[in-house]
């Protein structure tokens, strides 16, 4: 071989080796991921929210309440999408000082967690890639924005839309037109005396019912009772404030109103079952079809004689 084909080969070689190094960069340790927190939410047993109120939230017999600005039984999947946040993603951190706080709308949060000994303050976005500025202690972290639908909830927000308990067994229901009580061999006595193969339906709908939507109320509430026994809980009591488009329900206990809808709401209200009204619109309806033809003119369902087309 030439010199000069050596030459270019080990040029070639030093020129491979060259980008090899400036590719894999050999030593170099892969940038590990960085979360906004090390906490870990299955420890958290109680933490704060501050927005346009001050929510506290605490985990109690091993479900979460909220216990302020007053209480109820929390719903568990957005307290879970809270406590995610702590485990959110920095994708860049920055030493920051008080007098930098406005230009990032720290000065002035949009929301603040805290997690006892780590505050979590949320001011602002970055205009290019639109992450939102997280502070805690003197860092600055820019974390991927999507979760501020939950950081600026109200209360109600996040009150679980369950009428009863999870686990609820119902042994009592007393209904404006109705008393149910179940009986010791599990058989169901109702007042006034009447057909229960309906109550099955019926504690089923209570056991499982959800709002579509929970409001504060305030003052006394007027209506018909709603009186709920249950197997190893407190007794739970509603009031009727409204029946009709949606069932509108308030429990005075927890000063809250639940929105049940439509043919959800009614089944909540007494046995549902096939009415005789019902059989004889649909009897009607189908009376007053007109009868099917045939091609021939013959009305289906009717005999014909062989001495009907005889004209002789």
Not at 68 to 87: D, G, H, T, V
């Amino acid at each position: 071989m030439k010199p000069k084909m050596w030459l270019n080969l080990v040029l070639l070689i030093v020129l491979a080796t060259l980008i090899g190094v400036a590719f894999f960069e050999p030593g170099k340790e892969e940038a590990s991921t960085v979360y906004l927190t090390e906490i870990d939410g299955d420890t958290i047993n109680r933490f704060e929210l501050k927005n346009q109120e001050n929510l506290v939230f605490e985990k109690k017999e091993g479900h979460w309440w909220l216990s302020s600005p007053f209480q109820a039984p929390a719903n568990e999947i957005r307290i879970r999408q809270l406590l995610n946040i702590a485990k959110a993603e920095s994708h860049a951190r920055y030493p920051v000082k008080s007098e930098e706080l406005v230009k990032f709308e720290l000065d002035k949060p949009k929301a603040e967690l805290n997690f006892g000994q780590t505050m979590l303050r949320f001011g602002g976005s970055e205009p290019i890639d639109m992450r939102r500025y997280v502070q805690i202690g003197y860092t600055l972290h820019l974390v991927d924005d999507d979760f501020s639908q939950q950081l600026l909830a109200k209360a109600t927000d996040f009150v679980d839309k369950k009428l009863l308990p999870e686990d609820a067994k119902i042994k009592e229901l007393s209904l404006p037109n109705l008393n149910a009580k179940l009986g010791d061999k599990g058989q169901w006595k109702i007042e006034p005396p009447s057909d229960a193969s309906g109550m099955s339906e019926l504690v089923n709908a209570w056991q499982s019912a959800r709002a579509i939507e929970v409001n504060r109320f305030e003052g006394q509430a007027q209506g018909d009772k709603i009186q709920i026994g249950l197997v190893n809980s407190a007794n739970v009591e509603f009031l009727i404030l409204q029946r009709e488009p949606d069932l509108l329900l308030v429990r005075q206990d927890w000063k809250l109103q639940y929105m049940v809808a439509g043919e959800s709401g009614k089944r909540l209200l007494g046995i549902q079952k096939p009415t005789a009204e019902n059989e004889k619109e649909q009897n009607e309806e189908e009376s007053e079809s007109p009868p099917e033809v045939d091609t021939d003119g013959t009305i289906q369902g009717e005999s014909v004689e062989d001495g009907d087309h005889d004209d002789n």
